[in-house]
């Protein structure tokens, strides 16, 4: 049974970092496509960054630079360094795999497996 439980959020001052876990269980991390979606009050779910099996990252515009998108294989963990956040950055953040190992596109329905989310607050 797969399984995806994300932690590390929290609220921070804006310019300031935190780091997302996602422990998967019922595969392994690093065999299929993974990625981190945020969802804001009112808006869409939408990709933040993925990562395929042969490491291959893509990330959103509105994060590229500050973002970072990782695998823990020791650990089965997809991790997300979120760096010099930004009010903007305030969502529920989750993480999702694919039953596939090319990550195509970052849209949610391509996407099988989710976790329940973590809050990530910035405030300014």
């Known amino acids: 049974q797969v399984q995806l439980v994300e932690s590390g959020g929290g609220s921070v001052q804006a310019g300031g970092s935190l780091r997302l876990s996602c422990a998967a269980s019922g595969f392994t991390v690093g065999s299929v496509c993974m990625a981190w979606f945020r969802q804001a009050p009112g808006k869409e779910r939408r990709g933040v960054a993925s990562?395929?099996?042969?490491?291959?990252?893509n990330y959103a515009d509105s994060v590229k630079g500050r973002f970072k998108i990782s695998q823990d294989n020791t650990k089965n963990t997809l991790l997300l360094q979120l760096n010099s956040l930004e009010p903007e950055d305030t969502a529920v953040y989750y993480c999702?795999?694919?039953?596939?190992?090319?990550?195509?596109?970052?849209?949610?329905?391509?996407?099988?497996?989710w976790g329940q989310g973590t809050q990530v607050t910035v405030s300014s």
């Open positions: 990562i395929n099996m042969f490491g291959g990252t």
């Open positions: 999702a795999a694919r039953r596939a190992v090319a990550c195509s596109t970052i849209q949610p329905v391509d996407f099988a497996y």
